[in-house]
T-cell receptor, first 117, second 114 residues
Framework: NAGVTQTPKFQVLKTGQSMTLQCAQDMNHEYMSWYRQDPGMGLRLIHYSVGAGITDQGEVPNGYNVSRSTTEDFPLRLLSAAPSQTSVYFC????????????????FGEGSRLTVL | AQSVAQPEDQVNVAEGNPLTVKCTYSVSGNPYLFWYVQYPNRGLQFLLKYITGDNLVKGSYGFEAEFNKSQTSFHLKKPSALVSDSALYFCAVRDRLNTDKLIFGTGTRLQVFP
């Protein structure tokens, strides 16, 4: 059972370039989300999805796009990278349906470290 | 709006001593509260959660946390620290009324010295 898989683990971009961070989970979780982690800022929610075809914005959505065509995949797209998007990105998932014994517990990927020059 | 505060950037403790990592929260209703741990170059791992019931919650690796509604706190504790407990710890809150978003604190680095 792989859990949440993120690719790539490391990426260096130039300002203005585009790229997609991939996230896949094999736990059949309806909820998936993207966070960015910056020193002194903790984790901030970028976008999330409660099921295929449904996405919504988090705290810091500007500069990022998402889509959810399948339950398993939740890619994060940077259309025109900026140095301010240099960060470590985490994808996380959980089941939906309250109340359950697993209420709210998120399962995280290992992270993708992005540097924008 | 819901928020979480971790007032200490770093906590230092000697191995074998008790440890406490502080967390306070603000939500509009009754909260779901969580602690996660992050080891270097890894993703976050779930430690424990408070949903309802007993205010003292026990979790993984001997950690526990006490929910205090009057003080809006959810401090993480361990009776005897290990060097291997050294990591970054995050408190998180989820509003029962707005259940789609989990809001994290800024993190506290725990350093346990031999």
């Amino acid at each position: 059972n792989a859990g949440v898989t993120q690719t790539p683990k490391f990426q260096v971009l130039k300002t203005g370039q585009s790229m997609t961070l991939q996230c896949a989970q094999d736990m059949n979780h309806e909820y998936m989300s993207w966070y960015r982690q910056d020193p002194g800022m903790g984790l901030r929610l970028i976008h999330y999805s409660v099921g295929a075809g449904i996405t919504d914005q988090g705290e810091v959505p500007n500069g990022y796009n998402v889509s959810r065509s399948t339950t398993e995949d939740f890619p994060l797209r940077l259309l025109s990278a900026a140095p301010s998007q240099t960060s470590v990105y985490f994808c996380a998932s959980r089941p939906v349906g309250e109340p359950t014994p697993n209420t709210g517990e998120l399962f995280f990927g290992e992270g993708s470290r992005l540097t924008v020059l | 709006a819901q928020s979480v505060a971790q007032p200490e950037d770093q906590v230092n403790v000697a191995e074998g001593n008790p440890l406490t990592v502080k967390c306070t929260y603000s939500v509009s209703g009754n909260p779901y509260l969580f602690w996660y741990v992050q080891y270097p170059n890894r993703g976050l791992q779930f430690l424990l959660k408070y949903i309802t019931g007993d205010n003292l919650v026990k979790g993984s690796y001997g950690f526990e946390a006490e929910f205090n509604k009057s003080q809006t706190s959810f401090h993480l504790k361990k009776p005897s620290a290990l060097v291997s407990d050294s990591a970054l710890y995050f408190c998180a809150v989820r509003d029962r009324l707005n259940t789609d978003k989990l809001i994290f604190g800024t993190g506290t680095r725990l350093q346990v010295f031999p």
